[in-house]
């Protein structure tokens, strides 16, 4: 009964570091997300996947690139961590097709430093 | 160009009254429309959504209200209890969006005992 599992849960970084962010779900859902929360900036995607093999940019797209490695991981990479890159980095699911009434499941987040 | 807003960064209320959340939306082409509540150092979870067509959507204690001709929706919580503390989240997609959502800024819900 995991749902959406993303690793890991707090990370710091030193600027230009890189590093990857993993989200795995196991809802079977066609669709996943990558989003940041920033305080009054609400949720923006960054980077989706409609379906398994295509990815797609999203509002806030600069400095990152994603893999959709199969149907079950989606994963963010940041090459080279800026400050302006600290937040709180959720990964969800959603079953893609049928928007429904449970829209998206959403993982516990990543927090991301860079110093 | 922030597509979907919620204006009220925080809203504090009276444990067993009722707590009014907006959201004002501006594309026209958003056509459903989700409440998620996020507890802090967890993900959001989905609360309750309202299709275009109609105005009124009821779960318990939870009610959305859509006023498409006004592009404004709100969560009425009746009655508020110390539990429902959390950030609240709209969001809005449409047909030319997919399954992409779109959120609002966010509104901190406080219900004081």
């Known amino acids: 009964n995991a749902g959406v599992t993303q690793t890991p849960k707090f990370q710091v970084l030193k600027t230009g570091q890189s590093m990857t962010l993993q989200c795995a779900q196991d809802m079977n859902h066609n669709s996943m997300y990558w989003y940041r929360q920033d305080p009054g900036m609400g949720l923006r995607l960054i980077y989706y996947?409609?379906?398994?093999?295509?990815?797609d940019k999203g509002e806030v797209p600069n400095g990152y690139n994603v893999s959709r490695l199969n149907k079950r991981e989606f994963s963010l990479r940041l090459e080279s961590a800026a400050p302006s890159q600290t937040s709180v980095y959720f990964c969800?699911?959603?079953?893609?097709?049928?928007?429904?009434?449970?829209?998206?499941?959403f993982g516990s987040g990543t927090r991301l430093t860079v110093v | 160009d922030q597509q979907v807003k919620q204006n009220s960064p925080s809203l504090s209320v009276q444990e067993g009254r009722i707590s009014i959340l907006n959201c004002d939306y501006t594309n026209s082409m958003f056509d459903y429309f989700l409440w998620y509540k996020k507890y802090p150092a967890e993900g959001p979870t989905f609360l309750i959504s309202i299709s275009s067509i109609k105005d009124k959507n009821e779960d318990g204690r939870f009610t959305v209200f859509l006023n498409k001709s006004a592009k404004h929706l709100s969560l009425h919580i009746v009655p508020s209890q110390p539990g429902d503390s959390a950030v609240y989240f709209c969001a809005a997609s449409g047909e030319t969006s997919g399954s992409r959502l779109t959120f609002g800024e966010g509104t901190q819900l406080t219900v004081n005992p």
């Open positions: 969800a699911s959603s079953p893609g097709v049928y928007r429904g009434n449970y829209g998206y499941t």
């Open positions: 996947s409609a379906s398994e093999g295509t990815t």
